[in-house]
């Protein structure tokens, strides 16, 4: 059965921390991973996956994949509270159809 | 540019009830697909539609159905509602069925089943 799991379920630091999310999968025909931010309502996009080992990166914010040990990290340096949010990585199983992880829900106390 | 817009933003209803919630897509987008996202859980994948047709179902009960009409607008309807019904649902539209990362989602409607 595919499965995306994320860890950890819920995160508590300090302005300024930085935090490492955890998702691992077991996809069928996995061609891709995302993660995802999500405030209040939608998800918004943040990083696609698709090759081993190299690192995508947007400011303080940064991801890797590693496909032969089945999992990703998604790493935020100098955490603001703004940062604070549920960050969901997903595989799409079928075209775009995706499979969510439950999500990692990050609070930053300033 | 308008992003995916749904209606309504928040629902209340009691079990056994029926509900209809609407997505509209980005101007251009010809995917539409609906996910539930139950509280403290990531967003299951209910439906899929392109071009009009189904193109993907996930793991729920015949009370879920959807349609898509011409303008690629949607519904998602949910028949004899249950308590375990109560969720965000969310819409997500994209150009086609490959685009993975450019599908964009909306705002999502809140369902309370009383």
């Known amino acids: 059965e595919d499965k995306v799991v994320q860890s950890p379920l819920s995160l508590v630091v300090h302005e300024g921390d930085t935090v490492t999310l955890n998702c691992s999968y077991e996809?069928?025909?996995?061609?891709?991973l995302l993660w995802y931010k999500q405030e209040k309502k939608a998800p918004t996009f943040l990083f696609m996956l698709?090759?081993?080992?190299i690192e995508k990166k947007s400011g303080r914010l940064s991801s890797i994949l590693d496909k032969k040990e089945l999992f990703s990290i998604l790493n935020i340096t100098a955490t603001q509270t703004g940062d604070s949010a549920v960050y969901l990585c997903?595989?799409?199983?079928?075209?775009?159809?995706?499979?969510f992880g439950t999500g990692t829900s990050l609070t930053v106390i300033p | 540019d308008t992003g995916v817009t749904q209606s309504p933003t928040h629902l209340i209803k009691t079990r056994g009830q029926q509900v209809t919630l609407r997505c509209s897509p980005i101007?251009?987008?010809?995917?539409v697909s609906w996910y539930q996202q139950v509280l403290g859980q990531g967003p299951q994948f209910i439906f899929q539609?392109?071009?009009?047709?189904?193109?993907g179902r996930g793991n729920f009960p015949d009370r879920f159905s959807a349609r898509q009409f011409p303008n690629y607008s949607s519904e998602l309807n949910v028949n004899a509602l249950l308590l375990g019904d109560s969720a965000l649902y969310l819409c997500?539209?994209?150009?086609?069925?490959?685009?993975?990362?450019?599908?964009?989602f909306g705002p999502g409607t809140r369902l309370t089943v009383l």
């Open positions: 997500a539209s994209s150009l086609d069925l490959r685009t993975v990362n450019e599908q964009f």
């Open positions: 996809v069928t025909n996995f061609r891709s």
């Open positions: 698709t090759s081993s080992g």
């Open positions: 997903a595989a799409p199983r079928r075209g775009n159809q995706f499979y």
């Open positions: 101007s251009g987008h010809k995917s």
């Open positions: 539609y392109y071009e009009k047709e189904e193109r």
